[in-house]
């Protein structure tokens, strides 16, 4: 399951009301081939727009464009907006990339990678922590790090290393795909959260042995 997050002309979607300001139908385009936009519609409660949108096998790219227009109430100009060159989505994506790099975090594009970012963070913490201590002062809080995932593979995530913004960054339509040890709900009580991923639960060892020896029992 990916969580989305959607940019239309550079600005953060949060609300339906905002891809109706911000309406760009080459962006709205690209979300929709790759299913981001029925998803994330679905995720903030507008499962109705979604179904309008289920219709989406059509090649003819003019009555694409038109269904978004009509979905999402906007008005719009045959005369030029359905003569565009479907070019602009090259240009879009282009775009996109730039929005990545604007993105500020620590890179990072394997396993291995991410570890030693976290372990250079916990080290830092603790000697930030040590420091505030030594100061006499308390209620020291961590500062939310962004680690950006630049490879479209699995990340194993460690729920207990607490304050940490998981973003997926990629060239393509796809995601990374993060690893959970438990329910998402309970990383996100540590400050853990993530974007543009893809969220998979690893079965515990115990879980795993447990199921087996039921399937044994049959």
């Avoid at 499962?47 to 719009?76: A, R």
């Avoid at 565009?84 to 975090?105: A, F, M, P, T, Y």
């Avoid at 997926?168 to 009580?189: C, M």
């Amino acid at each position: 399951m990916a969580r989305i997050t959607m940019y239309l002309k550079g600005k953060r979607i949060e609300k339906l009301e905002d891809i109706k300001k911000y309406f760009q139908v080459y962006e709205l385009m690209d979300y929709m081939n790759y299913g981001a936009l029925r998803q994330w519609l679905e995720d903030n409660g507008y499962k109705e727009y979604s179904e309008k949108l289920s219709i989406w096998s059509s090649t003819d790219q003019k009555q694409k464009k038109k269904k978004l227009y009509d979905v999402f109430g906007i008005e719009y100009d045959d005369a030029t907006e359905y003569t565009l060159v479907d070019e602009l989505l090259l240009e879009k994506r282009k775009d996109k990339e730039i929005l990545n790099s604007q993105i500020k975090g620590e890179c990072v594009r394997s396993q291995k990678d991410l570890e030693l970012l976290l372990q250079n963070i916990v080290k830092k913490r603790d000697k930030e922590d040590s420091e505030f201590e030594s100061s006499g002062r308390f209620g020291h809080t961590n500062v939310t790090k962004v680690i950006k995932l630049m490879s479209i593979t699995d990340y194993d995530i460690p729920i207990n290393i607490p304050d940490i913004r998981y973003v997926g960054v990629t060239a393509s339509e796809e995601f990374p795909t993060v690893n959970l040890e438990v329910d998402e709900k309970e990383y996100n009580q540590q400050g853990i959260f993530f974007e543009n991923v893809y969220v998979k639960i690893k079965m515990s060892e115990k879980v795993d042995q447990g199921l087996r020896k039921k399937r044994m029992s049959l």
